[in-house]
């Protein structure tokens, strides 16, 4: 499940989580507000504001996030685009002092209500982080680490959900043959395709992206941007991008975000070519950010 994927530099108690998958609440369905149950969306945000303490994260945010969709959020740094993603699967969770008001939905049901069983939340929203984080297991260890935590022992179903990851991650043909080599030692783009294996092995309904390119290279780059084109159909993804052409050529939807504040969404080449607030077309031309 996508709690075990961790990220380097995050806080000891986000890794014992993650790796241990320690979480547990009263497995509810719990319906979201009116205003945000959308049959059409998968996620939808309604008046979300979050707050670190008593700073503002991310303020009124109300957009939604259409299925079989790439979604990207573009924005300076700072502006609330990582907060808002890691709102989605609730890891904001784990930093001190984080509270919530109005309504984040995900297939309908408030995802902040307490009875909110976040282990399945986490099943079906995945998450992959900025840099490679492969655990230091196997290859296929690594990707049949969520399953294993969600109980399955069968070795067929595990081998077959193995492969078929990998597969969709466009990393079969160059490690079948070496699965119980040592994750470690891919290489930077193998990795990242790795852990996004390991996301969906856990069959998500939603894959978060965090900057997934920007420790990668060029080539690397080219593959998991071709990655994404491919599981867009069985998959609703959300990316957060600094690279303005990445999510040009990725994304249908895109929503810039200014200082916590979601300024616009939209179709993405209504966003590149003709956005409606000035103050969009002065970042995308570069004017600030």
């Keep these: 499940m996508t709690l075990t994927l961790t990220q380097k530099g995050e806080t000891v108690e986000e890794s014992k989580i993650l790796e241990k998958g320690e979480i ?55 502006c609330g685009k990582s907060t808002f993603l890691r709102s989605i699967n609730r890891m904001n969770d784990l930093i001190p002092h984080v509270r919530t008001t109005g309504c984040l939905a995900v297939n309908g049901q408030d995802i902040y209500d307490k009875r909110v069983n976040l282990v399945n939340l986490r099943q079906q929203v995945g998450m992959v982080f900025q840099k490679p984080n492969p655990f230091a297991k196997s290859i296929y260890d690594n990707v049949a680490y969520g399953p294993k935590l969600q109980g399955m022992r069968n070795r067929v179903q595990l081998d077959e959900i193995v492969e078929e990851s990998l597969n969709q991650a466009a990393l079969w043909d160059e490690v079948k043959d070496d699965l119980k080599k040592s994750a470690l030692a891919l290489s930077g783009g193998q ?6 294996a390991r996301a969906l092995a856990t069959k998500p309904q939603v894959l978060l992206m965090d900057e ?24 609703t993804i959300v990316i957060v991008t600094h690279n303005m052409q990445q999510a040009a050529r990725v994304s249908e939807n895109t929503a810039f975000f200014c200082l916590g504040e979601l300024i616009e969404y939209d179709e993405t080449g209504k966003i590149f070519t003709n956005p409606r607030v000035k103050q969009t077309e002065d970042y995308i031309t570069g004017r600030f950010g």
Excluded: H, W
């Design 191 to 196: 990795q990242q395709r790795l852990c996004i």
């Design 212 to 235: 997934p390119c920007s420790a990668l290279d060029p080539i690397a780059t080219t593959k998991i941007e071709d990655l994404i084109g491919q599981l867009k159909s069985r998959y």
């Design 24 to 78: 547990a609440e009263d497995e509810i369905v719990v319906p979201c507000c009116d205003a945000a149950n959308d049959a059409g969306s998968v996620v939808v945000a309604s008046d979300f504001t979050l707050y670190y303490g008593s700073k503002v994260g991310v303020k009124n945010i109300n957009m939604k996030i259409y299925p079989q969709r790439v979604t990207a959020i573009i924005g300076p740094s700072g």
